[in-house]
């Protein structure tokens, strides 16, 4: 019975996405303040599972809001929950609780999502005028990338690059005059993004450096699918027919997770996430430096395609690890008889109607980074970005923000922008 408890105690639950849907209509509006009141009662209401997640989530607006120091209270609470999870759960273990549905289970950022956190908590110590503490977050930025990039570099996959990171790494470089780490941060980002690359760096020229998100990021929906556990030539295999793809997807399975094979052969629906590309709105971001519209933000870096291919490459674990969840249900209620029997059958009728899959991912981040430099005189300018759409009509104009910009540094600058 304590089985059908835990199941039952999972069912109705509303997807993450949904939950936060209210919070990303207004924060992409440009209603910040709505949507940290959003993110407020998120906060206070959510389980122990999504807390950090949604401090992440809530870390960010309040970036956009101009609360610097709240931002970092948020985003550094999640990073060192994220910090201390790391690697906790095996994938032994993973397999071992397939009962539990992944929502259930406290949310484990994946890594690219690690270095934006730190590199917003970087932005978020340059708008309080903490240097010292941007250089901090700086140095966690270089190390974790040389961690993950260390992970996926036989693969040779700019796709899974985070040049965002690197490129407001160099720029502080650049501001300590430390010119050869600035190249070799520079260079990562030629590689992917060579029009976002300054000629070289420098160490004396007066720059105003506008970075504007653009665009929505990709949200994870719950989708049913269907598949069956089958041998083939003494190996065991899950076959699926996924959204969106053509025949069947094949993939090895070992049969020892599996418990027996009674109900291989057995077709079964389960829930599966999937992630959805936002509708693009704005195409062109044109910022306007003391009152005079100075060119184009140029690609510095494209979120939503990094997350597509990350999680792709996580595809199978998590079809693999959904399938032998739901299989093992099917197997608890086939060896279940009598009421117990009768109950469980029930139970599983209707889970398998209103479950619905992990759909938690940083929701609030945009589908890509753009980026504008130019060389100005020292002190005080106002900056506006204008935004417009693939036709080039207008569409949005973000609040003006009065820059300092000290002699010889170049002067970093963040602003949300629309869908």
Same mark, same amino acid.
């Given at each position: 019975?304590?089985?059908?408890?835990?199941?039952?105690?999972?069912?109705?639950?509303?997807?993450?996405?949904?939950?936060?849907?209210?919070?990303?209509?207004?924060?992409?509006?440009?209603?910040?303040?709505?949507?940290?009141?959003?993110?407020?009662?998120?906060?206070?209401?959510?389980?122990?599972?999504?807390?950090?997640?949604?401090?992440?989530?809530?870390?960010?607006?309040?970036?956009?809001?101009?609360?610097?120091?709240?931002?970092?209270?948020?985003?550094?609470?999640?990073?060192?929950?994220?910090?201390?999870?790391?690697?906790?759960?095996?994938?032994?273990?993973?397999?071992?609780?397939?009962?539990?549905?992944?929502? $259930?289970?406290?949310?484990?950022?994946?890594?690219?999502?690690?270095?934006?956190?730190?590199?917003?908590?970087?932005?978020?110590?340059?708008?309080?005028?903490?240097?010292?503490?941007?250089?901090?977050?700086? =140095?966690?930025?270089?190390?974790?990338?040389?961690?993950?990039?260390?992970?996926?570099?036989?693969?040779?996959?700019?796709?899974?690059?985070?040049?965002?990171?690197?490129?407001?790494?160099?720029?502080?470089?650049?501001?300590?005059?430390?010119?050869?780490?600035?190249?070799?941060?520079? $260079?990562?980002?030629?590689?992917?993004?060579?029009?976002?690359?300054?000629?070289?760096?420098?160490?004396?020229?007066?720059?105003?450096?506008?970075?504007?998100?653009?665009?929505?990021?990709?949200?994870?929906?719950?989708?049913?699918?269907?598949?069956?556990?089958?041998?083939?030539?003494?190996?065991?295999?899950?076959?699926? =027919?996924?959204?969106?793809?053509?025949?069947?997807?094949?993939?090895?399975?070992? $049969?020892?997770?599996?418990?027996?094979?009674?109900?291989?052969?057995?077709?079964?629906?389960?829930?599966?996430?999937?992630?959805?590309?936002?509708?693009?709105?704005?195409?062109?971001?044109?910022?306007?430096?003391?009152?005079?519209?100075?060119?184009?933000?140029?690609?510095?870096?494209?979120?939503?395609?990094?997350?597509?291919?990350?999680?792709?490459? =996580?595809?199978?674990?998590?079809?693999?690890?959904?399938?032998?969840?739901?299989?093992?249900?099917?197997?608890?209620? =086939?060896?279940?008889?009598?009421?117990?029997?009768?109950?469980?059958?029930?139970?599983?009728?209707?889970?398998?109607?209103?479950?619905?899959?992990?759909?938690?991912?940083?929701?609030?981040?945009?589908?890509?980074?753009?980026?504008?430099?130019?060389?100005?005189?020292?002190?005080?300018?106002?900056?506006?970005?204008?935004?417009?759409?693939?036709?080039?009509?207008?569409?949005?104009?973000?609040?003006?923000?009065?820059?300092?910009?000290?002699?010889?540094?170049?002067?970093?600058?963040?602003?949300?922008?629309?869908?």
């Amino acid at each position: 019975m304590t089985v059908l408890v835990v199941l039952a105690a999972t069912l109705g639950c509303t997807t993450y996405t949904a939950r936060m849907n209210d919070a990303g209509v207004c924060y992409y509006d440009g209603e910040y303040d709505r949507a940290r009141e959003e993110l407020d009662e998120l906060v206070d209401s959510s389980s122990n599972e999504d807390i950090f997640l949604f401090l992440l989530e809530r870390g960010k607006i309040r970036l956009a809001c101009g609360m610097y120091d709240s931002a970092i209270v948020d985003l550094q609470a999640a990073e060192q929950r994220f910090d201390e999870i790391e690697g906790t759960t095996s994938i032994g273990e993973a397999f071992g609780t397939a009962l539990v549905s992944d929502a $259930s289970r406290e949310y484990q950022p994946v890594a690219h999502e690690k270095i934006l956190l730190n590199t917003y908590l970087m932005i978020s110590y340059l708008g309080a005028g903490d240097i010292e503490g941007a250089y901090v977050e700086r =140095n966690r930025v270089i190390r974790r990338l040389s961690e993950y990039i260390g992970q996926i570099e036989a693969e040779e996959d700019p796709a899974l690059e985070v040049p965002f990171a690197r490129y407001v790494s160099a720029v502080m470089y650049e501001n300590e005059g430390k010119l050869d780490d600035a190249r070799i941060e520079y $260079s990562r980002v030629e590689d992917s993004y060579p029009e976002a690359v300054p000629w070289s760096p420098n160490s004396h020229m007066t720059e105003l450096v506008v970075l504007t998100e653009m665009g929505r990021a990709p949200v994870m929906v719950s989708r049913e699918i269907r598949g069956y556990f089958a041998k083939s030539s003494g190996q065991t295999f899950g076959y699926f =027919n996924l959204p969106g793809d053509a025949g069947q997807q094949v993939y090895p399975v070992s $049969s020892s997770m599996l418990g027996d094979d009674s109900g291989f052969g057995t077709v079964f629906t389960f829930a599966f996430p999937e992630y959805i590309p936002m509708e693009r709105l704005a195409l062109n971001a044109y910022p306007v430096v003391d009152g005079v519209e100075a060119g184009m933000a140029v690609t510095l870096d494209d979120f939503e395609g990094t997350a597509m291919e990350a999680f792709r490459r =996580n595809l199978m674990s998590i079809l693999i690890r959904s399938a032998i969840r739901t299989y093992l249900q099917i197997l608890l209620q =086939n060896e279940l008889d009598g009421d117990v029997g009768r109950i469980a059958a029930a139970v599983s009728k209707f889970f398998s109607i209103v479950e619905t899959a992990d759909t938690r991912s940083w929701q609030t981040l945009p589908s890509e980074m753009a980026v504008f430099r130019m060389e100005v005189e020292p002190g005080s300018h106002i900056v506006q970005m204008r935004y417009y759409d693939r036709n080039g009509t207008f569409m949005a104009e973000s609040e003006e923000q009065e820059i300092w910009v000290q002699e010889g540094k170049r002067e970093i600058t963040w602003m949300p922008g629309p869908p």
